[in-house]
């Protein structure tokens, strides 16, 4: 079965920086994107990065661009989550998820959409504290 576990989250000072952790398990797919989200208390998950397998192609939301920094070691089949300069409105729970292919993919909009996802980790809480 195909597993992801996000790790890395906590209580945070704004203005800090926190390095989330999604590592995977049970993978057979050569072709797949794994995507961040967050979920603020009250509010939709919404995607923030995505990286593509396929070709190390990444992909942010407009809002976190320059803060968020997605990358992956394939050796480790963990994709990291860097978030620096945080701010309260960060706070939330980032969730990690996976889609697959059978085909090569790029990192685009597209992925920065839940539905897009097959399996779902469950998710670090960061605190951003003012």
């Known amino acids: 079965d195909v597993q992801l576990q996000a790790f890395g989250g906590g209580l945070v000072q704004a203005g800090g920086f926190v390095r989330l952790s999604c590592a995977a398990s049970?993978?057979?797919?050569?072709?797949?994107?794994i995507g961040w989200f967050r979920q603020a208390p009250g509010k939709e998950r919404e995607g923030v990065s995505c990286i593509s397998s396929s070709d190390g192609s990444t992909y942010y939301r407009n809002s976190v661009k320059g803060r968020f920094t997605i990358s992956r070691d394939s050796a480790k089949d963990t994709v990291m989550l860097q978030i620096t300069s945080l701010k309260p409105e960060d706070t939330g729970v980032y969730y990690c998820?996976?889609?697959?292919?059978?085909?090569?993919?790029?990192?685009?909009?597209?992925?920065?959409?839940?539905?897009?996802?097959?399996?779902w980790g469950q998710g670090t809480l960061v605190t951003v504290s003012s």
């Open positions: 049970g993978f057979i797919f050569e072709d797949y994107v």
């Open positions: 998820a996976v889609t697959t292919r059978v085909r090569k993919i790029i990192a685009e909009r597209i992925f920065l959409f839940p539905d897009q996802y097959h399996y």
